[in-house]
């Protein structure tokens, strides 16, 4: 079923090899165009008659052509996947780098390759004594055990919270490394276990709950590493603490890869390119599934937006990414903003995320970012999207601005940012019930990161109430950024706390 894409996509290709512009760059470079000098002769972009063009058929056409690319993968992966390196996530830049060729020079388009790290788990293992704890996970981008073989030590209590050498006792080597979550990194305290000898370490958390995440940028003195919940690695830690004696075997086959990966960057040919409106979504799925609403229906959003505005001029320019690698830990917002020199930084405005729009069991969530922990101006953003839902009569709530999307290199950087979501694995609550219809109780998202998440995944009313207001905010702030506040500096201010999420994964 997918190779009628997959022949279209290189048609156009072909027809369009000789005018494809494929700037390697992480920002266009264009003059400033006065309104008399509108080459495009089109109407000022107006935000009821940007909102009146979008259509849910449009955006579930497009999710039904995803998911044809997602099917690409289906040979290596034994299902429909968008993960960074496979042939799905390879066709879906494909896709989305055509559709904007088709918009007849509207836009400058760049792809800006990076280098990128992917991991795989393919199968792990903890035991404890004669036990094998429920809640034992294998940290994201984890190396292998010793061989891809089970290693067997007994479990070594590392004092504190393992983020000093000094933590780590000589009896540690040869043995397993049983570490209290907090203060530094997943990553800090593998490396820390790596380099006093032991053969794999568990984290275990400091409260019942279950703990996940990911070791982050890889070292080659990490080992094996598993999170573990305190319900069960609370009595461990206080049977080592009071000398006893607990041996346990751990097993991971895993693999950790460098590969090459690519953002795609669309700015208007028209409009200020001193005063650039961004806005962004990732194109990349996990490899559990195809990622649909996680973030097909963000990144389809822009692709929709970006496909109507082309039906008007702007005063500002507007400048739409589509991330790579977000999924192992925002690596393509990541690396954007790293290598933006500091004037095109400044001349970025404001930065808009938009991840999972329409899921199942939705509410309307506004990024709580107020000016006093974030760059100036994202209490503004977060005050359009709250003015819009109530204009439309709507509920919203507002949720963490926690680390969690690819807002948090731009936040970091002092660029004002925000964004609006409906829900990934948390538990909607009775009054959200009230609020928004759907199940208490349940996930937002019950599909989250799994193979479910298709096209019945997505609820086509709130995907298309949220694609509105995307379109709302790119037409309010391609118009004028008056009354908004101007751009003085690079780097986050003092309140801005670290997060313990780099992406959806933990890392500390």
Known sequence: MAFPYRWHCLLLAALGAATASELQMPLIPQQKLSGADNALGKPLVNTDDLQASIKIESLLSRAKDLYSVAQESEHEYGHPTRVIGSEGHAWTLDYIYSELERLDGYYTLSKQPFPAVMGKVYESRLVVGHEVPESA????????????????????????QGCDASDYPANVTGNIAFVLRGTCSFGAKSELAGKAGAV???????????????LGTPSPDHVATFGLSGKEGGPIAEKLKAGGTVDAIAYIDSEVKQIETTNIIAQTVEGDP????????HSDSVSEGPGINDDG??????????TQLTNYSVNNCVRFAWWAGEEEGLLGSDYYVDVLPEEENL???????????????????????????NPEGSEQLRDL???WYKAQDLNYTFIPFDGRSDYDAFIRNGIPGGGIATGAEGIKTKEEETMFG?????????????????????????WLVNTKL???????????????????????????????????????
């Not at 001193?274 to 979504?281: A, F, S, T, Y």
């Not at 001349?347 to 969530?365: E, T, V």
């Not at 391609?478 to 101007?486: C, E, I, L, N, W």
């Open 297 to 306: 229906s963000g990144s389809l959003t822009l692709l929709e937006v970006a």
């Open 200 to 214: 794999a370490a568990v984290v275990y958390n400091q409260d019942d709950g279950e703990l996940s995440g990911t």
């Open 137 to 160: 996970s294998a940290m994201s981008l984890t190396p292998p055990t010793a061989h891809k073989e089970p290693v067997y030590g007994n479990l070594i209590f590392v004092a504190n």
């Open 347 to 373: 001349k970025i405005r404001l930065f808009m995320d938009y991840d999972m729009m329409g899921s199942p069991n939705f509410a309307y969530q506004v990024y709580n970012a107020t000016n006093a922990a």
């Open 470 to 508: 995307v379109a709302h905010s790119v037409a309010t702030f391609a118009v004028s950024f008056d009354g908004f506040p101007k751009r003085s500096k690079t780097l986050a201010p003092s309140a801005y706390e670290a997060s313990k999420y780099h992406g959806h994964r933990l890392i500390l």
């Open 385 to 387: 999207y709250v003015n």
């Open 438 to 462: 759907g199940v208490a109780g349940a996930w937002y998202d019950p599909c989250y990161h799994q193979l479910c998440d298709n096209i019945g995944n997505v609820n086509s009313t709130a």
């Open 274 to 281: 001193d005063n650039c409106v961004m806005l962004g979504g």
